[in-house]
């Protein structure tokens, strides 16, 4: 027996000697038998391991024929590495080898179906195309930076085929359709605006499906683009309304046209919507006119429609009357749609709403002197509930408005005084403690005046005295200020 075997019976005792026999039955201690086990690595297999990742991959391809994708991988390699090395990333693709391997797949035998095929290889192309889309995207948190640069390269070779994509148009469709959603994710509406218009160009007169997993719950991918392109299109409106009215209201035609386009009846909340931003516009533009005939058109549809999805139609449809009606001086009408519009809110809890709401009926009872107590209220609640909100630039403006209320209630007196102080001492003396100290001089302004008559340099004993502590009353809201009475319905 040779030394060698010997070995093996001395290491076979040991081990028999601490393990049961079955478990020592699966060990083996044959070097040949062991190396004749091991599966030998493929050269791609062997190239891969030992690196680096990136120049392997790009020499495989290169090998295969691809002539786009070596490019497209270096590119991809060098902005991952620029990212890592300034800490804008964490997570890298290249430490997630099985989903890296599987992307420069479909990606390889994309481009290898159109070089080999020509036309007839678009459909594959576009379809492994989107098949590689929807493997990142649960990916799209932790892998942005590789999702965003797949994307655009798929995209810009979309823009390629432009005229030959009959067979493929479905696949391109979706890819559009995916590369919006990721636009409008990131913030970059405009350009979401125009994939979106390129997605209804190709699915139109098209049943495909948006879901084809859920088969007949899936919604048409026709009626899903035209609805959020028309959202889109009324978001972006809001925007760029200050600045560019006209081109808003434009918008909210073109969103308009859209919903029709689809079933006016089927998406009578969007259609609906449509028209009362178009009105918002239009108000913003100073066409209040065009404004009010644009509600009237949807006045029958808005109030005989009851369902939870309508009441904050309902509240912006009474919001946007009363606002019509203000700038048309009608002060009865334009209270009565806000107190509509503002027991809806406070019904169904829109919040915003109400705080919007009770600023426009401030500024309606400040009108009248006799209703500021009011006009206070509604400047107070509406601050509060935009402290509750965080709304820092609403709160802002509430402020405002009550600083605004406030300064035209003392004005007359202030202006009375202004006029007295060049031949009375003390009523100069007022004035200069106001401006120095903040003292107010309106609430005894009576009294002030009596003194003064009897004495003309009274004020002067009072020189040394410490400010008086005001505290602002505001009147209280009477119960059935806010009802909504008989006449208003």
């Given at each position: 027996?040779?030394?060698?075997?010997?070995?093996?019976?001395?290491?076979?005792?040991?081990?028999?000697?601490?393990?049961?026999?079955?478990?020592?039955?699966?060990?083996?201690?044959?070097?040949?038998?062991?190396?004749?086990?091991?599966?030998?690595?493929?050269?791609?297999?062997?190239?891969?391991?030992?690196?680096?990742?990136?120049?392997?991959?790009?020499?495989?391809?290169?090998?295969?024929?691809?002539?786009?994708?070596?490019?497209?991988?270096?590119?991809?390699?060098?902005?991952?590495?620029?990212?890592?090395?300034?800490?804008?990333?964490?997570?890298?693709?290249?430490?997630?080898?099985?989903?890296?391997?599987?992307?420069?797949?479909?990606?390889?035998?994309?481009?290898?179906?159109?070089?080999?095929?020509?036309?007839?290889?678009?459909?594959?192309?576009?379809?492994?195309?989107?098949?590689?889309?929807?493997?990142?995207?649960?990916?799209?948190?932790?892998?942005?930076?590789?999702?965003?640069?797949?994307?655009?390269?798929?995209?810009?070779?979309?823009?390629?085929?432009?005229?030959?994509?009959?067979?493929?148009?479905?696949?391109?469709?979706?890819?559009?359709?995916?590369?919006?959603?990721?636009?409008?994710?990131?913030?970059?509406?405009?350009?979401?605006?125009?994939?979106?218009?390129?997605?209804?160009?190709?699915?139109?007169g098209h049943m495909w499906l948006a879901e084809p997993d859920k088969g007949s719950a899936s919604p048409i991918l026709h009626a899903l683009v035209a609805q959020q392109l028309a959202r889109q299109l009324l978001i972006h409106g809001r925007q760029i309304v200050r600045q560019q009215p006209e081109e808003a209201v434009d918008m909210a035609r073109k969103?308009?046209?859209?919903?029709?386009?689809?079933?006016?009846?089927?998406?009578?909340?969007?259609?609906?919507?449509?028209?009362?931003?178009?009105?918002?516009?239009?108000?913003?533009?100073?066409?209040?006119?065009?404004?009010?005939?644009?509600?009237?058109?949807?006045?029958?549809?808005?109030?005989?429609?009851?369902?939870?999805?309508?009441?904050?139609?309902?509240?912006?449809?009474?919001?946007?009357?009363?606002?019509?009606?203000?700038?048309?001086?009608?002060?009865?009408?334009?209270?009565?749609?806000?107190?509509?519009?503002?027991?809806?809110?406070?019904?169904?809890?829109?919040?915003?709403?109400?705080?919007?709401?009770?600023?426009?009926?401030?500024?309606?009872?400040?009108?009248?002197?006799?209703?500021?107590?009011?006009?206070?209220?509604?400047?107070?609640?509406?601050?509060?509930?935009?402290?509750?909100?965080?709304?820092?630039?609403?709160?802002?403006?509430?402020?405002?408005?009550?600083?605004?209320?406030?300064?035209?209630?003392?004005?007359?007196?202030?202006?009375?005084?202004?006029?007295?102080?060049?031949?009375?001492?003390?009523?100069?003396?007022?004035?200069?403690?106001?401006?120095?100290?903040?003292?107010?001089?309106?609430?005894?302004?009576?009294?002030?005046?009596?003194?003064?008559?009897?004495?003309?340099?009274?004020?002067?004993?009072?020189?040394?005295?410490?400010?008086?502590?005001?505290?602002?009353?505001?009147?209280?809201?009477?119960?059935?200020?806010?009802?909504?009475?008989?006449?208003?319905?």
């Amino acid at each position: 027996m040779s030394r060698r075997q010997q070995e093996i019976l001395r290491i076979e005792r040991q081990v028999r000697a601490k393990l049961p026999y079955r478990t020592f039955r699966e060990i083996n201690f044959d070097r040949d038998q062991i190396k004749a086990s091991i599966v030998p690595l493929s050269f791609v297999e062997a190239r891969r391991k030992r690196g680096p990742i990136y120049e392997a991959l790009q020499d495989e391809l290169r090998h295969e024929g691809c002539l786009m994708m070596p490019e497209f991988l270096r590119c991809l390699a060098e902005k991952e590495q620029a990212l890592f090395e300034s800490i804008s990333i964490r997570a890298r693709i290249i430490d997630d080898r099985p989903l890296l391997y599987e992307v420069i797949e479909k990606l390889k035998q994309a481009e290898l179906a159109v070089i080999k095929r020509k036309v007839k290889g678009l459909k594959e192309c576009f379809t492994l195309f989107y098949e590689t889309l929807l493997l990142l995207e649960p990916y799209r948190k932790k892998y942005e930076y590789a999702l965003n640069a797949v994307m655009e390269h798929i995209v810009s070779l979309c823009h390629n085929v432009e005229g030959q994509e009959r067979d493929a148009a479905e696949m391109i469709a979706r890819i559009y359709h995916t590369y919006a959603n990721f636009l409008e994710r990131t913030g970059q509406r405009v350009n979401a605006i125009t994939y979106l218009k390129a997605t209804l160009d190709l699915v139109r007169g098209h049943m495909w499906l948006a879901e084809p997993d859920k088969g007949s719950a899936s919604p048409i991918l026709h009626a899903l683009v035209a609805q959020q392109l028309a959202r889109q299109l009324l978001i972006h409106g809001r925007q760029i309304v200050r600045q560019q009215p006209e081109e808003a209201v434009d918008m909210a035609r073109k969103a308009t046209v859209l919903i029709a386009e689809i079933g006016r009846q089927k998406n009578l909340d969007i259609f609906c919507d449509t028209f009362l931003e178009r009105a918002f516009f239009l108000m913003e533009g100073g066409k209040y006119h065009a404004a009010q005939q644009c509600l009237e058109q949807i006045r029958a549809q808005i109030v005989a429609c009851t369902e939870y999805k309508f009441v904050k139609l309902n509240i912006k449809f009474y919001l946007y009357l009363g606002q019509c009606a203000e700038s048309f001086d009608n002060i009865d009408k334009a209270i009565s749609s806000f107190k509509r519009a503002l027991r809806l809110s406070r019904l169904y809890e829109h919040k915003d709403h109400e705080a919007e709401i009770l600023l426009n009926l401030g500024k309606l009872f400040a009108r009248d002197t006799q209703k500021t107590g009011i006009a206070k209220k509604c400047y107070n609640q509406a601050k509060n509930i935009y402290i509750d909100f965080n709304d820092t630039h609403s709160k802002k403006t509430a402020v405002f408005l009550m600083g605004k209320l406030l300064a035209d209630e003392i004005t007359p007196l202030y202006m009375a005084m202004l006029k007295a102080s060049s031949s009375q001492y003390c009523a100069f003396y007022n004035l200069r403690q106001w401006k120095n100290r903040c003292r107010p001089f309106w609430h005894k302004l009576g009294d002030e005046i009596i003194k003064q008559e009897s004495n003309n340099i009274y004020c002067l004993l009072e020189e040394e005295k410490d400010d008086p502590v005001t505290v602002p009353v505001y009147l209280d809201l009477d119960g059935n200020t806010f009802k909504v009475e008989e006449g208003d319905i």
